[in-house]
């Protein structure tokens, strides 16, 4: 198969995994990076991803993570970024971004070291949620406090998850999607519900396509579920929760199915970025689409200078910050902090800092 858009990064090879679980009934090509898998580092690619400084973007290279990541978690708290965890094998390491003086420090550790999860935020701190370690799926749950730098340990999950996308609407955190297992041996629909205040989990509502490695994003008090991998392919399925009904509404899909993409929301609008495909050859996204709730609509927007998947992203003052990232194989993670402005919306150069 020949990729013709200049906004995707082409890689080789890939490996196939066969899949004996009653999830699956056929063969898959399995996401390479969160395990064992071959192909062409990004970088080295004859067909380079980077943008040459002739042209245009939006997007800005800012200080490099003290480590590389991929499958890691970001958030923003007060102006600062946290990127905690991540890489094939899991760490418990957290770096915080002064974007002021561009600079990355190192805090309090996780008490458990996790790849291929997620957090969010509530009150100002920081919530991380279930993942992977050692081919264990985790129910941990913990809470970070950029005030004090302290971890908190907070009643675990129902269910182990991960590949999974948490986030915080009134007060509550709902974590979405996920699966168990490896080889997975379940995709959850189930949405499980934590509520600080009483600090208990509830089960409430299920996502109509069942999937993970997806990412979701809130605007206007409504859940939007993006992408993901369904357990035969990546798909471009948008589905829009309403916590107050319990209630999803099917949307307009992507234009690119993904999986392991992230997403940011950014004056009222998603910004859907990088991720891939598991398809010969295996594919890592320079991709970025933009939604519009209000019109249910997809626009392309300017391609992030390089591919990534495995990648989070975060929203400072109008702008998204994607640090570090991973590729196809398992040793493939990346330190570049990349950042973009919707408002930029013509292609422009890429000025490194």
């Known amino acids: 198969m020949t990729i013709k858009d200049p906004n995707i990064l082409i890689l080789h090879e890939t490996k196939f995994i066969e899949m004996n679980r009653k999830v699956f009934n056929s063969l898959i090509i399995v996401f390479a990076s969160f395990f064992i898998g071959f192909g062409t580092n990004p970088r080295d690619t004859a067909n380079s991803t980077k943008l040459s400084q002739a042209e ?4 800005s290279q800012k200080a490099d993570l003290n480590m590389a990541r991929g499958m890691h978690a970001i958030a923003s708290v007060n102006g600062r970024i946290y990127a905690m965890g991540g890489n094939q094998q899991p760490n418990n390491s957290v770096e915080e971004y002064e974007p002021i003086t561009g600079t990355w420090t190192y805090k309090s550790p996780m008490q458990t070291g996790r790849s291929d999860f997620s957090c969010c935020i509530l009150n100002e701190k920081i919530y991380t949620i279930g993942g ?4 264990e799926t985790l129910s941990a749950v913990e809470e970070y406090d950029p005030s ?8 675990p999950m129902p269910t182990t998850r991960w590949g999974h996308s948490p986030v915080t609407v009134n007060g509550k955190i709902y974590v979405i999607g996920g699966a168990t297992g490896w080889p997975v041996d379940k995709i959850f629909n189930t949405i499980e519900v934590f509520d600080p205040a009483t600090n208990t989990w509830a089960t409430q509502g299920t996502l109509p396509t069942p999937r993970w ?3 979701c994003c809130v605007v206007n008090g409504k859940i939007y579920a993006i992408g993901g991998y369904d357990g035969n392919e ?3 399925t948008v589905e829009e929760y309403n916590p107050i009904t319990d209630t999803w509404t099917t949307k307009s899909p992507m234009p690119t199915a993904r999986w392991a993409l992230a997403t940011s929301e950014v004056n009222g609008k998603i910004y859907a970025i990088g991720g891939g495909n598991v398809y010969p050859p ?3 996204y320079r991709i970025v689409e933009e939604y519009d709730p209000a019109t249910d609509a997809w626009t392309t927007k300017a391609p992030m200078p390089e591919g990534r998947l495995g990648i989070a992203a975060c ?6 910050y994607v640090p570090g990232g991973g590729g196809i194989k398992a ?3 990346y330190s570049e902090l990349y950042v973009y402005d919707p408002v930029i919306d013509t292609i422009g150069d890429l000025k490194k800092k």
């Open 56 to 59: 245009k973007s939006p997007w």
């Open 132 to 135: 992977w370690v050692k081919q």
């Open 148 to 155: 004090t730098d302290t971890w908190t340990n907070k009643p």
């Open 213 to 215: 490695m997806l990412s």
């Open 234 to 236: 990546p798909v471009s």
């Open 282 to 284: 295996t594919t890592a």
């Open 315 to 320: 929203e400072i003052n109008g702008k998204i």
């Open 331 to 333: 040793s493939d993670s």
